[in-house]
């Protein structure tokens, strides 16, 4: 599989307990969405979505990270700055 280039990386600390995580490849980013995410909703499942097309190259990567990161706030995540 071919990695999609994701931008910048993004830093984001989890609510609970404060773990630091680093997502440098949308398809880290489809595995956490997909496996990991702490909350089930309909934020989440835009952002999967428009994952997964940006994935097949049938939505931008732009849409696709805006999303994730209104999903990651909606799930209590914060944004840390790039050290």
């Known amino acids: 599989m071919m990695e999609i280039f994701w931008g910048d990386p993004l830093i984001l600390i989890d ?3 404060g773990d630091v995580t680093r997502f440098c490849t949308i398809e ?3 595995y956490w969405l997909r496996r ?7 934020a989440q499942q835009t952002a999967l979505a ?7 190259c049938m939505n ?6 805006n999303a994730f ?15």
């Open 36 to 42: 990991k995410w702490p909350v089930a909703d309909a």
């Open 69 to 83: 990161l209104k999903a990651a706030r909606l799930a209590g995540f914060k944004e840390a700055a790039m050290a």
């Open 60 to 65: 931008s990567v732009d849409d696709a990270r």
């Open 28 to 30: 880290k980013v489809h």
């Open 15 to 17: 609510p609970k307990g």
């Open 50 to 56: 428009k994952v997964e097309a940006a994935m097949e």
